[in-house]
C-alpha cells in the first residue's frame, strides 16, 4: 500500500509517523494534521491506502454518516482498509438489560465522563447522547438553544455492516482488540514513550505517572504535556470494525436526502427553510470574519 494513512478525528495530542489526521481542532503535537470534517476531506481521489476512524461516529447526526462513508469511499483507493471504532451497542444494551455492574464498573474506567449520577440507565444513556460541543440543539422555531451534544447516535454491528456495504465495501468483519489485517494497525492506543498497550486513561492514570491534561479556564486552552500513539482503545465498549473497499460510489447512491423523516418534515415548511437560510448565512459571514481576525 502506498497511498496515504488518514486518521480521522485523531484528537489534537494524538501522534504518529507517516500518518496525516484530519480534524476540525488544530493538532497540539506537530502531528501534520488537515483542518476539515470527515463528510468533506480536503483531499483527492483514491489517494488513501488506509482510513482510521476511532470514536467518531458516535458524534455524526445519523441522517449525515451515509455522507462520511461516501467520503470514506471517495478517498480510499480500491481494495483500501477502513478500520472503525465506535461504542457498541449491542454490549451496551447487553450490560444494561443484565444490569451488569462488572461491566459498567469497566467501561466507566474507561472514560469517566460518563454520567454516573442516575444509576445504570443514566450511564447507558449517556454512552448513546452525552452533552458536548459537537451539535447544537435549537427549538423548532430557531429562536432558543437547548444545548450542545457530543454522542448523538450508537451503532452494532448489523447495522454498520449494512451501511458499509451499501457504500461500496466488502469484506465487512468485526475484529476483537488490536486484531488486524495489518499490522501497524495492532498497535494499541497509549502514552507515546510508554510501553505499547493499552492502560485506562483516566485521572488515576495520569496522577500516577505525572501526566498533565485539563483545560485552563484563564489561558482557554488545554495543557498537556504529553502525546498519544497507537490506535485502538476502550476495549470493553467498543465496536471494531474492518471493511475493505471495492467500487466507487458518491452522493447520488444516499438513499434519503430528506433526513429519514417519513413524515412530515420540517423542511416542508417555507418559514423554516428562509430561518435556515438566513441563519446559515449569517453563521458563514461570522465565520468569516473571525477567520480574518
Not at 48 to 71: D, Y
Not at 169 to 178: A, E, G, I, L
Not at 239 to 252: G, H, Q
Not at 255 to 281: A, M, V
Amino acid at each position: 500500500m502506498t497511498g496515504k494513512k488518514l486518521n480521522v478525528g485523531p484528537s489534537p495530542i494524538w501522534r504518529k509517523e507517516g500518518w496525516i489526521g484530519i480534524d476540525h481542532k488544530p493538532s497540539r503535537v506537530d502531528q501534520p494534521t488537515i483542518f476539515g470534517d470527515a463528510n468533506k476531506i480536503p483531499i483527492e481521489d483514491k489517494s488513501c491506502s488506509i482510513i482510521f476512524c476511532s470514536h467518531v461516529f458516535e458524534h455524526i447526526p445519523h441522517f449525515k454518516l451515509e455522507e462520511v462513508l461516501v467520503e470514506f469511499n471517495r478517498v480510499l483507493e480500491k481494495n483500501g482498509t477502513v478500520r472503525i471504532l465506535t461504542p457498541d451497542l449491542f454490549l451496551l444494551a447487553k450490560g444494561y438489560v443484565e444490569k451488569d455492574k462488572e461491566f459498567f464498573k469497566q467501561i466507566i474506567s474507561e472514560d469517566e465522563n460518563v454520567r454516573q449520577d442516575l444509576g445504570l440507565g443514566g450511564t447507558f444513556m449517556n454512552f448513546l447522547i452525552s452533552s458536548g460541543q459537537d451539535t447544537a440543539l435549537f427549538n423548532r422555531s430557531l429562536n432558543e438553544f437547548i444545548g450542545g451534544y457530543g454522542h448523538v447516535y450508537v451503532y452494532d454491528f448489523e447495522m454498520l455492516k449494512i451501511l458499509l456495504e451499501r457504500y461500496g465495501f466488502t469484506n465487512v468483519q468485526q475484529k476483537k482488540f488490536c486484531e488486524s489485517d495489518i499490522q501497524e494497525l495492532r498497535e494499541p492506543l497509549h502514552v507515546e514513550g510508554m510501553e505499547k498497550k493499552w492502560t485506562d486513561l483516566n485521572k488515576q492514570f495520569f496522577e500516577d505517572h505525572n501526566l498533565v491534561h485539563h483545560y485552563d479556564d484563564e489561558q482557554g486552552k488545554y495543557i498537556t504535556n504529553f502525546a498519544v500513539t497507537g490506535f485502538d482503545r476502550d476495549p470493553h465498549s467498543s465496536l471494531i470494525i474492518e471493511a475493505t473497499k471495492s467500487e466507487d460510489v458518491n452522493s447520488t447512491n444516499i438513499l434519503d436526502e430528506r433526513n429519514y423523516n417519513y413524515g412530515h418534515s420540517l423542511l416542508d415548511d417555507e418559514k423554516f427553510r428562509l430561518k435556515c437560510s438566513i441563519l446559515t448565512s449569517i453563521s458563514k459571514s461570522i465565520d468569516d470574519e473571525f477567520d480574518q481576525n
